[in-house]
């Protein structure tokens, strides 16, 4: 026997008979012209001239393709993709806040509203979704790894088992096994023109490899007393012409500038009084390192002298990154890869001090510095306008282990013991978001190079791909047997590239 | 037996003797001399009891002494680097990150194919189907053809067990025999637990005593980790894992396991 419903209650037949006599109102989108003005979201320079638009036509897409023909992009291959944000109050642009406050009589007409909007990367990089190889060949625990700045098919990785290692990822085989040290190789670090390769090691050794030939180039860097922590590159733009410099942070308190070609040590950094955990090379010649003293210390790189003392963490600065970051590392190499590379020195000095001045526009022409904290906080930097921070970022509920900027410079990101990382906006350090998900300490994060996703590695044996703008997990990457240790994302954002204490070099592809 | 605290109170009121921490000091010190004349001299039963005595005290010495050194010892590590490969930014955290050597260690283990059946008790003791049921003989007509047995070892049963009406229940599991957590033996780390049982996955006596949920030496039970924090490959948390007993619980009165990694 079928189960027969029960009749209606006096109540639902009224609402019923009540919503067939009046008809539904679906909300209507008043009709209205409002003056909007785009502008730069960093500089808050105008966009074009004033325009009226309709209303009904303020989405995010139609206002992208006007402000592109405002500019005189016309053409479709030349126009940028933008992104616009609220011009109420914080937030993304949204179309029906505007149609409210105009609804309610917050903005007229006559009112012209000032849309903040930024550029994007020109490119899109896809979030990684597969992985692509997973390639043994180190004897021990990868600890550290870096793709090459012109290419993603070259990876370079430091193991646990005295070798650096550079990886075909094309192929997904080993090319070079790069043996010399006698201890563990902590740093791998390329240099920004692709031609030199630098690892440091337990051995409290640097050593300089050729990463096209996979030879030594020389012998080893002596000098330290304890191991390596941190390798930075000089940027190219300062450097004088066939004499590259690099940085070297040790355990031993101090940080060594050497000669890559003659093999002599150029300056010794001392003063600070605990182990160095980071030294960055700043664009405009300064250097940066971190100490777990709790200090973060500038030194000017012509002549070692210390120019600032940043005293405000409590505990261990365990990372630094600069708002410079991924330009300084890239140097000349764009998204465009071989294709676009100048041939001349000259003409690649250029490029890179373009590059270079390009991403110092969101921050007002200056570099930004995060530092990382055991304390559980970060603090934003502006070191040449004043050794005070702008912002203390506080939120994180354990030590957070590694920082990094977006290659836009627009936002931070910080991976922290908690199991949480957390976006931060660049600009004036506020807190975006918390991207949940991993079930153990985030080690390391790395942006992709349109700065619209982001991939952390943790001790849970996973990676995730987030998407930046939204906070939500875009992919999860298991496929690591154990804790991963050390993640890059290629400068051309073709590939990812990830190792650990299983031992296999993992590239992850789209 | 004092009835009050009247020595609290008389300090209190009066004060303590002007040598009253000299006193004490001497005492003390006369302790060892004192205890080393005993075991000299005491004889009988008295000495037994002084024996006694002092063993359990050496017992307690002993373990304070290496728990001072452990700390020491520690202490020393933290300058030193760890011997598996840790990145620089793990490498002054400590020991932290130690409770993980385990799964390295285990995984290359378990990568060789034929350790991957093996267990810590490769042979168990048969057990006969004497040993492990007594028949029931209550009631005119169980007695007559003597057919319900009732289990004579520890068992495990689900959360949501109830028993079979009493024409209906072959095998009864006593109450009293009936366990739901075990101490569980991590090998790697050597740290015990007491974790709830899941389930029981193999009695390698019998399947029929695998259905009935018999804890016998060798038994393989699920284990409820998740209290341990371990991770599996895909990143999600381990709920359960299996463990094998490796004691005869009938005799224990607790159910002793180490981890299977």
Redesign the interface.
């Known amino acids: 026997m079928a189960t027969v419903l029960p009749p209606p209650s006096k109540r639902q037949k009224r609402d019923d008979a009540a919503r067939a006599r009046d008809p539904v109102e679906q909300p209507t989108i008043p009709e209205g012209l409002q003056r909007i003005q785009f502008r730069d979201a960093d500089t808050g320079a105008a966009q074009g001239p004033v325009v009226s638009v309709s209303l009904a036509d303020l989405r995010s897409q139609n206002l992208s393709l006007l402000l592109n023909s405002l500019l005189g992009k016309t053409d479709p291959a030349d126009r940028l993709p933008y992104r616009f944000y609220n011009p109420l109050g914080d937030g993304e642009f949204n179309q029906e806040q505007i149609i409210k406050a105009y609804v309610d009589g917050t903005t007229t007409t006559e009112l012209q509203l000032n849309i903040p909007c930024r550029a994007e990367a020109v490119f899109k990089v896809k979030a990684v979704t597969r992985c692509s190889a997973s390639v043994s060949g180190h004897g021990e625990s990868i600890l550290s790894a870096q793709f090459s700045p012109a290419t993603s098919s070259r990876l370079a990785t430091g193991s646990g088992d005295k070798t650096a290692r550079i990886w075909d990822c094309d192929t997904g085989t080993p090319l070079h096994t790069l043996k010399g040290h006698t201890g563990w190789v902590l740093a791998v670090a390329w240099s920004p023109d692709d031609g030199v390769l630098a690892t440091g090691s337990m051995d409290n050794t640097v050593r300089l490899w050729d990463p096209e030939k996979g030879t030594p180039l020389g012998g080893a860097l002596k000098g330290h007393t304890k191991w390596i922590t941190s390798i930075c590159w000089e940027p190219y733009h300062l450097r004088e012409p066939g004499r590259p410099r690099l940085a070297s942070a040790s355990k031993d308190y101090t940080v060594r500038i050497w000669d890559a070609v003659s093999g002599h040590t150029d300056m010794a950094l001392t003063g600070h009084k605990g182990s160095v955990t980071t030294v960055k090379w700043g664009g405009a010649g300064n250097i940066y390192t971190a100490s777990q003293d709790r200090t973060v210390k500038i030194w000017t790189s012509a002549t070692g002298t210390l120019l600032h003392t940043l005293t405000a963490h409590a505990h261990w600065v365990n990372h630094l990154a600069l708002s410079t970051d991924h330009v300084l590392r890239t140097a000349y190499h764009d998204h465009q890869g071989r294709k676009a590379v100048p041939d001349t020195v000259d003409a690649k000095r250029k490029k890179a001090k373009e590059r270079y001045d390009a991403a110092l526009a969101p921050a007002g022409g200056v570099e930004r510095l995060v530092s990382a904290s055991d304390d559980c906080t970060m603090y934003l930097w502006e070191p040449s306008n004043s050794n005070k921070p702008l912002q203390r970022m506080v939120g994180h509920q354990k030590q957070v282990n590694h920082v990094t900027f977006s290659p836009d410079g627009a936002t931070i990101a910080s991976a922290g013991f908690d199991n949480h990382v957390k976006l931060w906006n660049a600009k004036d350090g506020k807190f975006i978001s918390t991207l949940r998900g991993h079930v153990g300490p985030v080690y390391q994060c790395a942006f992709s190079p349109d700065s619209r996703l982001l991939v952390s590695a943790s001790k849970d044996t996973t990676l995730k791909a987030w998407d930046v703008r939204t906070g939500k997990l875009a992919e999860n990457l298991p496929g690591h047997q154990d804790e991963v240790f050390a993640v890059d994302w290629a400068p051309d954002g073709q590939r990812v590239g990830s190792g650990g204490q299983d031992k296999a070099v993992r590239i992850w592809r789209n | 037996m004092p009835q009050n605290e009247y020595m609290e109170r008389f300090t209190k009121q009066h004060g303590k003797r002007l040598d009253h921490e000299e006193r004490v000091r001497k005492r003390a010190a006369r302790e060892t001399h004192h205890a080393s004349k005993q075991a000299q001299n005491l004889t009988g039963l008295r000495a037994k009891l002084h024996q006694q005595k002092r063993h359990k005290e050496k017992i307690q010495m002993r373990k304070q002494i290496k728990q001072q050194e452990e700390k020491n010892v520690k202490g020393a590590e933290d300058s030193g ?1 760890s011997s ?9 955290r400590g020991k932290e990150t130690n409770a ?1 050597a385990l ?2 260690a285990i ?1 290359n283990k378990r990568a060789e194919k034929a350790a991957k059946f093996s267990v810590p008790l490769p042979k168990v003791r048969g057990i006969s189907e004497e040993e492990m049921f007594k028949v029931v003989k209550t009631g005119k007509k169980t007695a007559k053809k003597s057919w319900k047995r009732m289990i004579t070892k520890p068992t495990f049963v689900g959360p949501d067990f109830t028993r079979r009406p009493v024409k209906y229940e072959r095998f009864i599991r006593p109450m009293g025999l009936r366990y739901k957590k075990a101490n569980v033996t991590h090998p790697e780390l050597g740290v015990t637990v007491q974790l709830p049982i899941i389930s029981v996955k193999k009695n390698p006596q019998s399947p029929m005593y695998t259905q009935l949920g018999v804890l016998t030496k060798g038994t393989i039970v699920e284990v409820n980790v998740s209290e341990l924090g371990m ?7 381990v709920w359960g894992r299996w463990a094998q007993v490796t004691n005869n619980c009938e005799n224990d009165g607790c159910v002793n396991a180490v981890l299977l990694v």
């Open positions: 680097p598996t490969p840790l990145p620089s930014y793990l490498l002054d993980k799964s390295s995984k991770v599996t490959a895909g990143g999600k948390v």
